[in-house]
């Protein structure tokens, strides 16, 4: 069966979704192709939380999609602060995709190429059937670069000196926790903890717990790693806790597999070591676990720019910049065994950076956009740039451009094609 689309976008994560509906609300037909039976990626089926941050002072960063999802929120009593429903957020995205066809359990098994263009994609559904998707445009927003992969897209992964990836994670949520208990921890012994953690904060986020682990782990606990980390969701008692990790090649399809039988491993051990050790977390119980796995950064597509961890630091502006945003470099190496930022440094918010059209259109394709975590960006870069409101971000930018331009997203650089 052939499909014909104005436009065809693969991954139905914050950045697929939010790159669908704009598109479509600039008049074209799209299809949305998914590979789960889940809308949102890791902001829902994920369960990564919070929205990691997207304000400078008192100004949202970020555009009119994400800006929108906050707003609904909010409405359905569903965020506090930064911190979010997955469940009702899913339920949000659902309902914005009510003007695009999405096509579920459906994954990209071939590619057509011509010159420098993608001319159609073969895919074939859970139920063993195939269809090829005709588009004058394209959008990878698998968050692993599949698409982009099967094309024949150059990339990079991992860091460039050890090709080591990032961390995966496995998050899940705790209930009925006892948060006067845990704000008493904190005030009586604050040198158990990080030293950003505060009882004074409006969303109780806390790491550490550097004595129950160690005494958790002279106990015979083979506890993964050297604190204990959970965040405040809205509700009554609930937690969502992002401690696990595990760090394999993460373009192995092997490696990924067993990290997930060892992943589900230690969220036992997590839970097993909170309801015995930490105050508050007695009674606790085990709401949900996440049917994604976490994963930080596999495949990073090359586009006609390569998004720089300089680009970061030094809060470069671009001419063709299309993404504000603000949250610092973030790699979760091996050998430290743990998370920069519990490491007690205060980043300084003083200003932006930028993320230009070019990162997010690849080098290779003129009809092929990159969005989410696959765009292009170096390690570093990456690193910055993968959380939800910037991927958010990146897909209503490709999916303003695609309603714009007919055949090719080079179209905006009239004709002009900047190399790397």
């Known amino acids: 069966m052939i499909l014909n689309y104005d436009v065809a976008i693969f991954g139905g994560g914050i950045a697929g979704v939010s790159a669908a509906v704009t598109a479509a609300r600039e008049g074209k037909n799209v299809i949305l192709i998914e590979q789960s039976t889940v809308i949102g990626g890791n902001a829902t089926g994920g369960l990564v939380n919070p929205f990691m941050r997207f304000w400078l002072n008192n100004e949202i960063l970020c555009g009119t999609f994400?800006?929108?999802?906050?707003?609904?929120?909010?409405?359905?009593?569903?965020?506090?602060?930064?911190?979010?429903?997955s469940e009702i957020l899913r339920l949000v995205l659902?309902?914005?995709?009510?003007?695009?066809?999405?096509?579920?359990?459906?994954?990209?098994?071939?590619?057509?190429?011509?010159?420098?263009?993608?001319?159609?994609?073969?895919?074939?559904?859970?139920?063993?059937?195939?269809?090829?998707?005709?588009?004058?445009?394209?959008?990878?927003?698998?968050?692993?670069?599949?698409?982009?992969?099967?094309?024949?897209?150059?990339?990079?992964?991992?860091?460039?000196?050890?090709?080591e990836n990032q961390g995966t994670?496995?998050?899940?949520?705790?209930?009925n926790v006892n948060f006067d208990k845990v704000l008493s921890s904190v005030r009586n012994d604050p040198e158990n903890f990080f030293p950003w953690v505060s009882p004074a904060q409006k969303v109780i986020s806390v790491g550490g717990y550097f004595k129950e682990?160690?005494?958790?782990?002279?106990?015979g606990l083979n506890y993964p790693v050297d604190y204990f980390f959970f965040t405040q969701l809205p509700g009554n008692g609930r937690v969502t806790v992002n401690t696990t990790h595990v760090w394999v090649k993460t373009t192995d399809?092997?490696?990924?597999?067993?990290?997930?039988?060892?992943?589900?491993?230690?969220?036992?051990?997590?839970?097993i070591f909170a309801k015995k050790y930490v105050p508050g977390f007695e009674q606790s119980y085990i709401e949900k676990i996440s049917t994604y796995l976490g994963v930080r950064e596999s495949r990073r597509v090359a586009g006609l720019y390569q998004f720089s961890g300089e680009d970061v630091t030094e809060k470069k502006k671009f001419e063709d910049g299309v993404v504000k945003a603000v949250y610092g470099v973030?790699?979760?190496?091996?050998?430290?065994?743990?998370?920069?930022?519990?490491?007690?440094?205060?980043?300084?918010?003083?200003?932006?950076?930028?993320i230009p059209i070019r990162s997010l259109i690849s080098k290779e394709f003129e009809n092929?956009?990159?969005?989410?975590?696959?765009?292009?960006?170096?390690?570093?870069?990456?690193?910055?740039?993968?959380?939800?409101?910037?991927?958010?971000?990146?897909?209503?930018?490709?999916?303003?451009?695609?309603?714009?331009?007919?055949?090719?997203?080079?179209?905006?650089?009239?004709?002009?094609?900047?190399?790397?």
Not at 115 to 144: H, M, W
Not at 213 to 219: F, G, I, L, T
Not at 392 to 415: C, H, P, Q, T, W
């Open 66 to 85: 994400f800006k929108e999802l906050l707003e609904e929120l909010r409405e359905k009593d569903a965020i506090l602060q930064n911190c979010f429903d």
């Open 94 to 163: 659902m309902k914005k995709l009510e003007n695009v066809t999405v096509l579920f359990r459906t994954i990209p098994i071939s590619v057509v190429t011509s010159n420098n263009r993608i001319e159609s994609v073969t895919v074939k559904s859970a139920l063993g059937n195939e269809y090829t998707v005709v588009s004058p445009l394209f959008i990878d927003a698998t968050g692993d670069g599949s698409l982009s992969y099967i094309a024949g897209c150059s990339f990079e992964s991992g860091d460039e000196l050890k090709h």
């Open 169 to 175: 994670t496995l998050m899940f949520v705790l209930a």
């Open 213 to 219: 682990v160690k005494k958790a782990r002279e106990e």
């Open 253 to 271: 399809d092997f490696e990924i597999s067993k990290a997930i039988k060892e992943l589900h491993n230690q969220v036992e051990t997590v839970y």
């Open 330 to 354: 973030d790699v979760h190496k091996k050998e430290e065994n743990t998370n920069p930022r519990d490491s007690g440094a205060i980043p300084r918010y003083e200003d932006y950076y930028e």
């Open 368 to 420: 092929l956009g990159i969005v989410g975590r696959n765009f292009s960006g170096t390690f570093l870069g990456q690193s910055a740039a993968r959380i939800m409101p910037t991927c958010a971000d990146m897909g209503e930018a490709i999916g303003r451009l695609a309603g714009k331009v007919k055949r090719s997203f080079y179209e905006v650089f009239n004709n002009l094609k900047r190399e790397v």
